[in-house]
């Protein structure tokens, strides 16, 4: 059964910085983007972060452009979200998702595999 496995999620306070790691299991994801979503409370599912395979794209949203920075690690088949100056805004389950595409989608219909989320709490 393929999974992705999300961890790293946690309680913080505004202003601080927390790491979130995605790891598949089941499968490789080669060729594969990789996406990072969120859900907040009372809120739609949203695009937050997407990687290529290469790396070489990567887009972020508006709302954590120049805060969150997203990565992977090929080797290990491991794709992260480093979190930093976060705001109580930024509460949220974040799931971390697969796309066959080489084209980061924005949109969440591209992607065929989902994680069960991490939460991450911002605390004022």
């Known amino acids: 059964q393929v999974q992705l496995v999300e961890s790293g999620g946690g309680l913080v306070q505004a202003g601080g910085s927390l790491r979130l790691s995605c790891t598949p299991s089941?499968?490789?994801?080669?060729?594969?983007?990789m996406g990072w979503f969120r859900q907040g409370p009372g809120k739609e599912r949203e695009f937050v972060a997407a990687?290529?395979?290469?790396?070489?794209?990567?887009f972020y949203s508006d709302s954590v452009k120049g805060r969150f920075a997203v990565s992977r690690d090929t080797a290990k088949n491991t794709v992260f979200l480093q979190l930093n100056s976060l705001k109580p805004e930024d509460t949220a389950v974040y799931y971390c998702?697969?796309?066959?595409?080489?084209?980061?989608?924005?949109?969440?219909?591209?992607?065929?595999?989902w994680g069960q989320g991490t939460q991450v709490t911002v605390s004022s």
């Open positions: 089941g499968r490789t994801f080669g060729g594969y983007t």
């Open positions: 990687i290529s395979w290469s790396g070489s794209r990567i």
């Open positions: 998702a697969a796309a066959p595409s080489p084209y980061p989608p924005r949109e969440a219909g591209p992607y065929n595999y």
